[in-house]
């Protein structure tokens, strides 16, 4: 083997070629200039030590390799190169080209096939093209595992009966095709839970498109949602696709639903009876793959017991209804809300994030939370922004969440009519909020050995 290059990808390198050539003037040729416009090569004379070294390093950009070697065939070394690295590019080189063996090596998954005399020109504008396209693949693949690590049922916070549920229905009827309809109070969460059905659904790899309806005046909408055709009204210099064809074979969540105007109702229950519509100002019906994910923190059956939206529409959207509680619902998931939030935003500010007092935590979780999980990560965010003790305590909090009354204290005594088992559990929690989740101080401050605070976390599910 002979190392013409660094094996160490730096940050300005375009990547690192493997060549295996086993002429000596033409190895040292392609070197320098792959080396010139700057790639890393690592190059061999034979193809056994390229397949080794392929097996054992980091992912190469692309492999040029001369089709006809002393060790090897350049078809069959080919197939051993796509056997321990199916995902990288390969250039084939050889002196005897032509059509057959260009064609058999693109069945077996050669990029290129270039013959000789060796245009270096042409060489080095192949390996950067597929050097970029195997680049951008890879950014697309982390955008997708990023998106699935944000968006996914595993980022949504909460272990209290009330989420497992939502939880339970997410992940039973994101893989179907069904129209959702998430209802509940603003600030709980809505649109986390349809971006989740979208991840976790076949069509991941699509557009999710989510739309206010309540932002955009009922006059744009339509066009909005539905494209327009040019010259349909003053303005409309060329044909628009509206949201539902831009998401094909995607999501499309409609926030706020309950605001759409008797017109365009009729319109989306046309798509979701038939998933077909006309643009505005059009004559030819559109057909679409969309998925419909709808959300309301209104009580849709009451606008239609007063007319104010369509019944049929109603339950064409309801196949599916996902009910979000509010945080007054599932104060058990407040500690766990609070630690992330703080550990976001501090980490945003560039400090360690501060402890929370157990009276600030009884505070917090006894408070009304008319906003829900909005209201709480934007108070959150305040004190980590205003303030730079190491601990938040009473005073930090804004006056109108200072609960002082020991009546609403967050963890009740007997007399308030709870079982001995949540007594239990209120009293394990207290214990772990005011040791900062250190279970070996809150065993000790409960009177109880380690391995029974353990089972008994267990026990609770917490």
């Known amino acids: 083997m002979e190392n013409n290059g660094s094996t160490d990808q730096s940050a300005d390198n375009k990547g690192r070629v493997v060549l295996i050539e086993d002429n000596d003037s033409n190895r040292e040729a392609i070197s320098r200039a792959l080396e010139k416009v700057g790639f890393s090569v690592i190059s061999f004379a034979l193809g056994e030590p390229a397949v080794k070294f392929l097996s054992e390093a980091s992912e190469p950009t692309v492999v040029v390799s001369d089709i006809r070697l002393p060790d090897s065939s350049g078809l069959d070394l080919l197939k051993k190169i796509k056997a321990v690295k199916p995902n990288i590019g390969v250039i084939l080189i050889t002196g005897y080209g032509s059509i057959e063996d260009a064609v058999e090596a693109m069945k077996h998954g050669a990029d290129d096939y270039l013959t000789k005399p060796l245009d270096l020109f042409k060489l080095r504008k192949q390996v950067e093209a597929i050097a970029n396209r195997l680049s951008l693949a890879e950014e697309v693949e982390n955008l997708k595992n990023r998106l699935d690590k944000r968006y996914g049922i595993e980022s949504i916070i909460g272990n209290s009966s009330a989420m497992e549920k939502v939880f339970e229905q997410v992940k039973l009827v994101a893989p179907t095709n069904s129209t959702v309809l998430i209802t509940g109070n603003s600030g709980t969460g809505k649109e986390l839970i ?99 994910i709808a959300a309301t923190n209104k009580t849709l059956k009451i606008m239609v017991d007063e007319g104010k939206f369509r019944e049929d529409l109603y339950y064409r959207l309801k196949v599916v209804e996902i009910h979000l509680p509010s945080l007054r619902e599932r104060k058990e998931d407040i500690p766990l809300l609070v630690d992330h939030f703080i550990k976001q935003f501090s980490t945003e500010q560039n400090r360690k994030p501060p402890l929370v007092s157990p009276d600030v935590m009884n505070c917090l979780i006894n408070n009304h939370w008319s906003g829900n999980i909005r209201e709480l990560k934007n108070m959150l965010q305040s004190i980590i922004i205003l303030h730079r003790n190491d601990t938040i305590g009473i005073e930090q909090l804004q006056p109108e969440y200072r609960i002082q009354h020991k009546e609403e204290v967050a963890y009740p005594e007997p007399t308030q009519g709870r079982t001995m088992g949540e007594i239990e559990k209120s009293a394990i929690l207290n214990a772990l909020n005011t040791t900062q989740g250190n279970r070996t101080k809150a065993a000790k401050a409960l009177g109880i050995g380690l391995r029974t605070l353990q089972r008994k976390l267990k026990e609770y599910g917490l």
């Open 194 to 292: 349809a971006n989740s059905l979208h991840q976790l659904s076949p069509r991941k790899h699509k557009r999710f498109l989510p739309l206010n309806c309540a932002a955009i005046p009922s006059t744009i909408l339509e066009s909005e949602l539905f494209g327009y055709e040019k010259g349909a009204f003053t303005g409309a210099a060329q044909r628009r696709m509206g949201k539902f064809e831009v998401a094909d074979h995607g999501s499309i969540f409609l926030d706020e639903i309950s605001e759409i105007s008797p017109d365009v109702q009729v319109k989306l229950l046309r798509i979701l009876e038939g998933m077909e519509f006309m643009r505005v100002g059009g004559t030819e019906l559109v057909k679409v793959d969309t998925r419909v």
